[in-house]
């Protein structure tokens, strides 16, 4: 499974952004789909997930109201649409997935495969 991100920039605080991810490969096993970032100096944090087979999510309480996951399974895509920015939001994103496991959590040990990771920067 081949992870490839797109969508981050620079943006005023109080903006938003719509990050993307597409999957390839063999991706028909996959069951939970996330984001997370990491802040320069920071270790990875998970701030959300969806469970593709349901669409329940899981969101960090950083992101809660502002930040929201949809995914288009005909595309093979998953979009984390990014509201009322701020500082804190400043980092590089990773889009990641899992094929096995049941409950779909923004987990970092959880997840297998990884993007590249697209940057995020809030001024």
């Known amino acids: 499974v081949q992870l490839v991100e797109s969508g981050g920039g620079s943006v005023q605080a109080g903006g938003s952004l719509r990050l993307s991810c597409s999957a390839s490969?063999?991706?028909?096993?996959?069951?939970?789909m996330g984001w997370f970032r990491q802040a320069p100096g920071q270790g990875r944090e998970g701030i959300a997930a969806?469970?593709?087979?349901?669409?329940?999510?899981d969101y960090a309480e950083s992101v809660k109201g502002r930040f929201t996951l949809s995914r288009d399974g005909a595309k093979k895509a998953l979009y984390l649409q990014m509201n009322n920015l701020n500082a804190d939001d400043t980092g590089m994103y990773y889009c990641?997935?899992?094929?096995?496991?049941?409950?779909?959590?923004?987990?970092?040990?959880?997840?297998?495969?990884w993007g590249q990771g697209t940057q995020v920067t809030v001024s």
């Open positions: 969806i469970y593709t087979g349901g669409g329940d999510t």
């Open positions: 990641a997935a899992r094929d096995i496991g049941s409950r779909c959590r923004a987990v970092e040990a959880d997840f297998t495969y």
């Open positions: 490969g063999y991706t028909y096993s996959i069951n939970c």
